[in-house]
C-alpha cells in the first residue's frame, strides 16, 4: 500500500517533448513499473506522435479519455504550467504533480481560485502536489518526478517534505540503516502550493502500511505548525521533525520563494518548539534524521 500512487497508476507528462520532461519521463519509465504507469504525454502541436514509445495527445482530457490515466506530472515552463496545471483540473484528473519552478505568484493565484471554485460548485478535487517539487515515489512501483530512484528502498516510513535534496537525505539515511519507505513525497518551497504537510500526514496516519514518518519543513509560512498541531490530536504514529534554516536571518529569503520569515512563529526555531510540544521527535542536525527513526521503532 503507499499513498496517492501505486504500481497501477496511470501518467501524462505534460510537456513530454521539451528536454526535461523527455529527461525525467525515460528515467521514471526506466524505474520499477514505469514502463507501464507512463501511458500518454501532451502537445497539441505533437498530437500523434510519439515519444520512447508513448503515444502524445492534443489535450489532457483526451489523454485521459484514450488511456485512462488519472494522474499527470507537469514540466512545462514558467510561463504556461499554471495553465497546465488547469488543463489537469479541468480534466477531472485524481493529481497533478508540478515540477515546474518559477511560476508567477499570481498564476498560481488564478489557479488555485478557479480550482476552488470549480469545487464549489461541485465539481471534481484534484489534487495538486508542487508546483516547485520534485514529485512523489512509492518505492518498487513507481516514481512520477526528478528524485534519484536508486537511493529508495521499498518499506513502511513515511517521508515528506518542502525540499528536495532533503527529502532525498532522509531516504538515502533510511535506505543505509536499511529502513524502507513506504512512500515519499515532496510538497516543494512554493508560497502558494497545493498539497501541505497536514494533507501528507492525513495520508500516511490513515495508510496502514506507514508505521512512522520523517516530517521535514523550512522557514517562512504557517504549515509545519499547522500540521505539528493536527497530529498532536489526530496522528497514531511516531514522527521525526526537523526545520532547515535555524540560523537563517529574518527577512532574509532563503532559497525556496515561500522560505521567508515575516512573522515570530515563522521561524525554525518557533517551528522545532511547536514540533516538540506537538509530540514530535525533533532534530536540529539533518545527518540525524534515520538515526532518530530508527530509535523510535
Known amino acids: 500500500m503507499s499513498i496517492f500512487i501505486n504500481k497501477d497508476t496511470k501518467v501524462i507528462t505534460q510537456g513530454i517533448t521539451g528536454k526535461t520532461g523527455q529527461f525525467h519521463t525515460e528515467k521514471c519509465q526506466e524505474y520499477a513499473n514505469g514502463k507501464n504507469c507512463f501511458v500518454a504525454g501532451v502537445n ?146 512554493d508560497p502558494i502550493n497545493g498539497l501541505k504537510h497536514i494533507d501528507v500526514m492525513q495520508a500516511f496516519n490513515d495508510d496502514p502500511d506507514t508505521d512512522a514518518v520523517i516530517m521535514i519543513g523550512e522557514i517562512g509560512g504557517p504549515d509545519e505548525a499547522d500540521a505539528a498541531r493536527w497530529c498532536k490530536v489526530n496522528m497514531k504514529k511516531p514522527v521525526v521533525g526537523f526545520i532547515a534554516g535555524v540560523t537563517a536571518p529574518p527577512g532574509k529569503r532563503m532559497g525556496h520563494a515561500g522560505a521567508l520569515i515575516s512573522g515570530g512563529a515563522d521561524t525554525a526555531e518557533a517551528k522545532l518548539a511547536i514540533m516538540e510540544e506537538c509530540g514530535f521527535k525533533i532534530t536540529r542536525n539533518p545527518s540525524e534524521m534515520g538515526k532518530l527513526l530508527k530509535s523510535l521503532l
Not at 149 to 169: C, P, W
Open 44 to 189: 497539441p502541436k505533437k498530437a500523434g506522435e510519439k515519444v520512447f514509445d508513448i503515444p502524445i495527445f492534443a489535450s489532457v482530457k483526451e489523454a485521459k479519455q484514450q488511456t485512462g490515466a488519472t494522474v499527470s506530472v507537469i514540466y512545462v515552463p514558467p510561463a504556461g504550467a499554471a495553465a497546465a496545471i488547469w488543463e489537469a483540473a479541468e480534466a477531472d484528473l485524481d493529481l497533478a504533480i508540478c515540477i515546474t519552478e518559477g511560476i508567477p505568484v499570481r498564476d498560481m493565484l488564478e489557479v488555485r481560485n478557479k480550482m476552488k471554485q470549480k469545487e464549489a460548485k461541485g465539481g471534481k478535487k484534484t489534487l495538486l502536489l508542487g508546483p516547485n517539487c520534485p514529485g512523489l515515489i512509492t518505492p518498487d512501483e513507481i516514481k512520477i518526478g526528478i528524485m534519484p530512484g536508486h537511493i529508495h528502498k521499498k518499506g513502511r516510513i513515511g517521508v515528506v517534505s518542502r525540499s528536495g535534496t532533503l527529502t532525498y537525505e532522509a531516504v538515502a539515511q533510511l535506505s543505509e540503516l536499511g529502513i524502507g519507505q513506504s512512500s515519499a513525497v515532496g510538497i516543494g518551497g
